[in-house]
Nanobody, 120 residues
Framework: QVQVVESGGGLVQPGGSLRLSCGVSGTIGKIMAIRWYRQAPGKEREWVATTTTDNTTNYEDSVKARFIASIDNNNERRLYLQMHSLKPEDTAVYFC?????????????WGQGTQVTVSS
């Protein structure tokens, strides 16, 4: 069974940094991409970043130059999201989504999310 787990969230002051981690376990096929999303209270889930297996990442404009997503050099099943210069509007539950190709179909596997709160 495929399982996705995010970690690393917490409370941080404005201007601070956090590093989120997301891992996938179980029997999987080819990893196509890993996406980060976030959902703030009362808002819809929004896309944050997409990383492909060549470690190339596209970012949503509001996080560009502040967030850096990268695949673990020693473990392709782990992805990090380093967040700098955090703002109160970054407060949200952060989710990762692994797009995995198996048997001619690409499946999306989601974690339960990790809470990030930016507040003084």
């Amino acid at each position: 069974q495929v399982q996705v787990v995010e970690s690393g969230g917490g409370l941080v002051q404005p201007g601070g940094s956090l590093r989120l981690s997301c891992g996938v376990s179980g029997t999987i096929g080819k990893i196509m991409a890993i996406r980060w999303y976030r959902q703030a209270p009362g808002k819809e889930r929004e896309w944050v970043a997409t990383t492909t297996t060549d470690n190339t990442t596209n970012y949503e404009d509001s996080v560009k130059a502040r967030f850096i997503a990268s695949i673990d050099n020693n473990n392709e099943r782990r992805l990090y999201l380093q967040m700098h210069s955090l703002k109160p509007e970054d407060t949200a539950v952060y989710f990762c989504d692994w797009a995995i190709y198996m048997g001619d179909i690409t499946y999306d596997y989601w974690g339960q999310g990790t809470q990030v709160t930016v507040s003084s």
